[in-house]
């Protein structure tokens, strides 16, 4: 049993490598979720801010990763700031309701479409509205252990005309709202 554990483990790491990823938005800072449900016809508000100031990357390095087809971008910056409101529907099931506001300073991207010479799109102010998310908890294990069931959806109402500072319209996943 060792043996084979032994060797799963390894297989696993010999596969495993560095990959360049967008972790999109609220990859950093997010909030851990706990099983405990409300007590029925109860509410309450959660309200929240984070910020994150990130790398910057030269126009060199975006044109460069622009020409290898890989969607690298920084910011100087960003914020989110929340407002949540939850209500008890009975002992055991919670209905949340959260809507972000967005803002991101300092925007670059590389960008290049095979015909023109890469460039770097900047956008030097990207704010709005974010894609509220409706959350149902729904409490099944109290005793010895908390465990409960967690459905949301992300509802596309957020904020999807920004536009870089040439006023091209941002791609999708550099908008506030998600528009899908």
């Known amino acids: 049993m060792l043996r084979l554990f032994s060797l799963q483990l ?20 997010g909030k851990t ?6 007590s029925e016809e ?5 309200a929240g801010f984070k910020f ?10 975006l044109t460069n990763a622009a020409l290898a087809d890989h969607d690298l971008h920084g910011t100087d910056w960003s914020a989110e700031v929340f407002v949540g409101v939850s209500y008890g529907v009975t002992d055991r099931l919670t209905v949340s309701l959260s809507v972000p506001f967005e803002i991101v300073h300092g925007f670059k991207a590389g960008e ?11 956008a030097n102010s990207i704010s709005g509205l ?3 998310t409706l959350m149902g908890k729904f409490r099944l ?18 904020n999807t005309r920004q536009r870089a500072d040439n006023g091209e319209v941002l791609e999708p996943d550099h908008q506030p709202g998600s528009g899908s």
């Open 42 to 46: 109860s509410f309450s508000l959660d």
């Open 52 to 61: 994150q100031k990130t790398q910057e990357f030269s126009d060199q390095r």
């Open 112 to 122: 290049f479409d095979g015909i023109n010479p890469p460039e770097v799109v900047e």
């Open 141 to 158: 294990l109290d005793d010895p252990v908390e465990l409960a069931v967690l459905v949301g959806i992300q509802i596309p109402l957020g």
């Open 10 to 29: 390894a297989v696993l790491l010999a596969a495993s490598g560095v990959a360049v990823a967008d972790h999109g938005k609220g990859a950093v800072g």
């Open 33 to 38: 979720i706990g099983p405990r449900t409300l």
């Open 130 to 132: 974010g894609d509220p």
